[in-house]
């Protein structure tokens, strides 16, 4: 039963409280990107954000009983206008 319960979480997408993402976005350039990215994420109620620019990077860290799937962190990125190459959770 554990095991199929963790299969369909992994399968889904979602990502649980207290998680780590590192997002891989095309498109950030200036300290104004950084600031706008950390905007979006902040606005969502995440705990920590970091922008690494030279590495194209986002790390966001979740705050206790959070959700945030992959699908609503891709929204948020391209609605403001960046591409999302590769999101990781660890």
Do not use: P
């Not at 969502?44 to 620019?53: A, I």
């Not at 979740?62 to 990781?88: F, H, M, P, S």
């Amino acid at each position: 039963m554990k095991t199929l319960l963790l299969a369909t979480l992994l399968m889904s997408g979602s990502v649980f409280a207290g998680d780590k993402i590192d997002i891989t976005v095309k498109g950030m350039v200036c300290s104004f990107c950084s600031q706008g990215i950390t905007k979006k994420f902040k606005e969502e109620g995440v705990k920590n954000v970091n922008v690494d620019l030279g590495k194209h990077l986002v790390s966001i860290e979740l705050a206790d009983n959070q959700k945030l799937d992959n699908a609503r962190i891709e929204k948020l990125l391209t609605d403001a206008g960046y591409g999302v190459e590769k999101i990781e959770t660890k």
